[in-house]
C-alpha cells in the first residue's frame, strides 16, 4: 500500500485530533487543508454530542461531523443536525431500570442532539454551565427518544462497569466507551461510528477500501474494523485502547505529537 491514498479522512477528536489541551496544532490543520484542497473530505467521527462541536467548528469550518458515536450527523458549516439514529423510550426505560436494579449506584444522563440531561446527582465534568444543560429527574429523560444514554458509577472501574453494563443492555442497545472513568455510553442497536461513517462516505461516493481513520479509544473499534476489513487504513495513536492497537493496520505518534499529522504526511 506504499502508494496507496485516501479518499475520505475521518478522525476521532479528544486523544487523537486533539492534543491534551484541547488544541488542534496549526501543523495539523495546514495538512487537512491540504487534502482538502486535493477534494478529500475531512470527517470528524467523535463520541462528543454536537454542542461541544463549536470550537472544532472555528478551526475546521465545513464539513459533516459524526457525533453522539453515530447517532447524529452534523453538518459544521450550518450547524444543523442532518440525520439521527435515537433510542427509544421504551428501551430507555428498560434499560435503566434493570441498571440501577443491578447497581443502585449508577446514575444517568442523556444527549437530546443540542441539548443534554442529567440527574442531579450526576456530575457533568464539563460544560456544566454551556446553554442546553439542565437537570431532570430520570423519569422525564427517558420519555423521549435520546441520541445517547450515559452510565456512570463513581466506584467500579471502567472495565468493569462498561461489561456490566454491556451484559445487561444485550441486544437492545449498543455499549461502549471513550472515556477513562466508569462511564458506559449507551446509543440505539446497530449504531456506531462505523455507520455514520457508512453514511457519510456513501454520500461522497466512498467505500472503505478508500477511507483512513484515526482513533484511540473502544468506540473507535467498530470503525476501525469497517475500514480494516474493507481494505482502507485503521491508524491507532500509540496510547491508544489495547484493544483498539489488537484492530488497527498502522500504528502512529500520540495526540501530543501530532500523530494524525504525521502519519497522513507520510502519504504524499
Avoid at 66 to 80: H, I, K, T
Avoid at 123 to 132: F, M, S
Avoid at 211 to 219: A, E, K, R, T
Avoid at 246 to 262: E, I, M, P
Amino acid at each position: 500500500m506504499s502508494d496507496w491514498k485516501p479518499r475520505l479522512i475521518a478522525s476521532d477528536m479528544d486523544g487523537t485530533l486533539l492534543r491534551w489541551d484541547d488544541t488542534v496544532s496549526e501543523a495539523t490543520v495546514a495538512e487537512l487543508g491540504r487534502w482538502r484542497a486535493d477534494g478529500v473530505p475531512v470527517v470528524l467521527a467523535t463520541g462528543r454530542p454536537p454542542r461541544w462541536m463549536v470550537r472544532i467548528r472555528e478551526v475546521l469550518g465545513t464539513g459533516t461531523a459524526v457525533c453522539c458515536n453515530g447517532a447524529v450527523l452534523l453538518d459544521l458549516e450550518r450547524f444543523e443536525i442532518v440525520h439521527e439514529d435515537p433510542l427509544d423510550p421504551e428501551v430507555l426505560e428498560s434499560v435503566t431500570t434493570e441498571l440501577r436494579r443491578q447497581q443502585p449506584d449508577t446514575w444517568f444522563a442523556v444527549e437530546y442532539g443540542l441539548e443534554f440531561r442529567h440527574e442531579p446527582i450526576y456530575e457533568p465534568r464539563w460544560d456544566v454551565d454551556a446553554p442546553g444543560v439542565a437537570e431532570a429527574t430520570l423519569a422525564e429523560m427517558v420519555a423521549q427518544p435520546v441520541a445517547k444514554l450515559l452510565a456512570r458509577h463513581e466506584s467500579m472501574t471502567r472495565d468493569a462497569f462498561v461489561d456490566l453494563v454491556g451484559d445487561v443492555v444485550g441486544d437492545r442497545a449498543t455499549v461502549t466507551t471513550s472515556s477513562t472513568d466508569a462511564l458506559a455510553e449507551i446509543s440505539a442497536p446497530g449504531v456506531t461510528k462505523a455507520t455514520g461513517l457508512a453514511r457519510v462516505a456513501a454520500g461522497h461516493g466512498v467505500g472503505p477500501e478508500d477511507v483512513i481513520v484515526f482513533g484511540d479509544m473502544p468506540n473507535d473499534i467498530a470503525a476501525f474494523r469497517w475500514v480494516r476489513d474493507g481494505g482502507g487504513r485503521a491508524v491507532a495513536m500509540a496510547h491508544a485502547h489495547p484493544d483498539l492497537l489488537d484492530v488497527a493496520t498502522d500504528v502512529t505518534g500520540t495526540n501530543d505529537d501530532d500523530g494524525v499529522f504525521a502519519f497522513l504526511r507520510s502519504l504524499h
